[in-house]
């Protein structure tokens, strides 16, 4: 079965843009989950949707923001980029307990951000 | 703010050599799960543990889910090149939905 799809897989942009990555779940897969990677701070947790609700929200600001569509694919958002925001983001799906189940991760974007 | 410390952060050794890897935090685990991740790649699940005192084998790799519920380790027997990667655990803690990552331990093993 197809794995996790994220697109783009790598992009560049310049501070003050905005930016929206997509993550295409495995079929069937309804929680949808996003990390942000960076070599000093590891994985961080962002949000997690299940049938299009937010039903997480880890500790970012608000430029960070997401959704999720009626067929589970779910996008985010980081408006006003900064330096910062450059790291890999990782979507991750599961069936239905989000955590509970493991999670399948996609193979991420890596966002620059100069 | 909850902690996941995972030690070593950085292991270097030679194929056929055994290695361990660890994963403590302070406040007890609903569940803890551990993953590989290789460069250019997202984390893929190695295994899941929900039991205090639980150990769990996959092929040369051991983990264990310490009594407690707070710490878990993950021996590896007899090391090849191919177990190269970053080796993350993560914990969902008691009352939470969410996973808490550490910050992971890599591992290189050299022919």
């Known amino acids: 079965k197809a794995g996790v799809t994220q697109t783009p897989r790598y992009l560049i942009k310049t501070r003050g843009q905005q930016v929206t990555l997509s993550c295409s779940p495995i079929?069937?897969?309804?929680?949808v989950s996003w990390y942000q990677q960076t070599p000093g701070q590891g994985l961080q947790f962002l949000f997690e949707?299940?049938?299009?609700?937010?039903?997480n929200k880890g500790n970012f600001p608000g430029r960070f923001s997401g959704r999720q569509f009626s067929n589970s694919r779910s996008e985010m958002n980081v408006s006003t980029l900064e330096l910062g925001d450059s790291a890999l983001y990782l979507c991750?799906?599961?069936?239905?307990?989000?955590?509970?189940?493991?999670?399948?991760f996609g193979s991420g974007t890596r966002l620059t951000v100069v | 703010t909850q902690l996941l410390e995972q030690s070593p952060q950085f292991l270097s050794i030679q194929e056929g050599e055994n290695l361990t890897v660890y994963c403590n935090s302070s406040?007890?685990?609903?569940?803890l799960q551990w993953y590989r991740q290789e460069p250019g790649e997202g984390p893929v699940l190695l295994v899941t543990v929900v039991t205090g005192g639980e150990v769990k084998k996959l092929k040369r790799l051991t983990f264990q889910f310490g009594d407690a519920r707070k710490d878990s380790s993950l021996h590896i027997t007899a090391a090849q090149p191919g177990d190269t990667g970053l080796y993350l655990c993560?914990?969902?803690?008691?009352?939470?939905?969410?996973?808490?990552f550490g910050k992971g331990t890599m591992l290189l093993v050299s022919p």
């Open positions: 949707y299940f049938s299009e609700t937010q039903r």
């Open positions: 079929s069937g897969h309804r929680s």
């Open positions: 406040s007890v685990f609903s569940s």
């Open positions: 993560a914990g969902q803690y008691l009352g939470y939905s969410t996973l808490t």
């Open positions: 991750a799906s599961s069936y239905d307990r989000g955590a509970l189940d493991g999670y399948t």
